[in-house]
C-alpha cells in the first residue's frame, strides 16, 4: 500500500526556526514534493528532492532520505504569512507516468 | 507561460442533480492532469489522473468519472450526486516527472 504521514497540527513563533516532518511508504518513488496551503486557497508548490540531501530555497528548505522514506521541510524566520498548511507529495510508479500522492497535511500556526 | 483554469468557483447544487466540472491548460502540450477532492480540514484525495487523451485512472471507487476529450481538457463528472460529493475539487497538471500547478478549485456543496 501506499503511506504518507505527517503530523497535523504544529505551533511556533514568529522569527524561530519550524521543522515539519514527513514519512512515506510508496511503490515505487519518483521525487517528493512540498506545497503551502492557505485556508480556502489551492496549494502552491514549495520544493522537490529526487536525491538524498537538503535543497535550499531562501527561507525554505527541504530535505529527503530515500533509504528511511523520510524528508523534512524547514522555515527559518518565521512570520506570521507563513501559517498556513503544509503539504507533503510523492510521485509513485514511473516519472513519465507517476501519479502524485499527498499526505493529510501540517497545519501551523505561526504566533506573535 | 502555462496557465490552468478551473470553473466554476463555487457551485450548490441538489441530491441526485448531474455535475460537470471542467479544467483546461493553455501553454504546455502533453500534460498530465489530475482531480483531487480535498475534504474540511483534510489532505488532499487523489480521484483520478490522466497521462493522455482518452487514459484515465481511476483511484478511488465512488460516483465520479472522469473524461479527456482533448489534450488540455479534463472534466469530472457525475450523473446522481450525493451529499457526501461535497467538498473542494482540485484539478491540476503537471509535465512528465516534475512538480503539479493547480487550479483555484471548485467548492462544491450537495444540499
Known amino acids: 500500500g501506499q503511506n504518507i504521514d505527517q503530523p497535523t497540527e504544529m505551533t511556533a513563533t514568529e522569527g524561530a526556526i519550524v521543522q515539519i516532518n514527513c514519512t512515506y511508504q510508496?511503490?515505487?518513488?519518483?521525487?517528493l514534493f512540498w506545497y503551502q496551503q492557505h485556508a480556502g486557497e489551492a496549494p502552491t508548490f514549495l520544493s522537490y528532492?529526487?536525491?538524498?540531501g537538503l535543497e535550499e530555497k531562501g527561507r525554505f528548505s527541504s530535505f529527503l532520505s530515500r533509504s528511511k522514506g523520510y524528508s523534512y521541510l524547514l522555515l527559518k524566520e518565521l512570520q506570521m504569512k507563513d501559517s498556513a498548511s503544509y503539504l507533503c507529495?510523492?510521485?509513485?510508479?514511473?516519472?513519465?507516468?507517476?501519479?502524485?500522492?499527498f499526505g493529510q497535511g501540517t497545519t501551523l500556526q505561526v504566533k506573535p | 507561460s502555462q496557465t490552468i483554469h478551473q470553473w466554476p468557483a463555487t457551485l450548490v447544487q441538489p441530491v441526485g442533480s448531474p455535475l460537470s466540472l471542467e479544467c483546461t491548460v493553455e501553454?504546455?502540450?502533453?500534460?498530465?492532469l489530475y482531480w483531487y477532492r480535498q475534504a474540511a480540514g483534510r489532505g488532499l484525495q487523489l480521484l483520478f489522473y490522466?497521462?493522455?487523451?482518452?487514459?484515465i485512472s481511476s483511484e478511488v471507487p465512488q460516483n465520479l468519472s472522469a473524461s479527456r476529450p482533448q489534450d488540455r481538457q479534463f472534466i469530472l463528472s457525475s450523473k446522481k450526486l450525493l451529499l457526501s460529493d461535497s467538498g473542494f475539487y482540485l484539478c491540476?497538471?503537471?509535465?512528465?516527472?516534475?512538480?503539479?500547478?493547480f487550479g483555484q478549485g471548485t467548492r462544491l456543496t450537495v444540499v
Open positions: 491540476a497538471w503537471s509535465r512528465t516527472g516534475k512538480e503539479a500547478f
Open positions: 510508496t511503490s515505487g518513488f519518483n521525487g
Open positions: 528532492n529526487v536525491l538524498d
Open positions: 507529495a510523492v510521485r509513485s510508479g514511473s516519472s513519465n507516468t507517476g501519479k502524485l500522492i
Open positions: 501553454g504546455t502540450s502533453n500534460p498530465n
Open positions: 490522466s497521462v493522455g487523451i482518452g487514459q
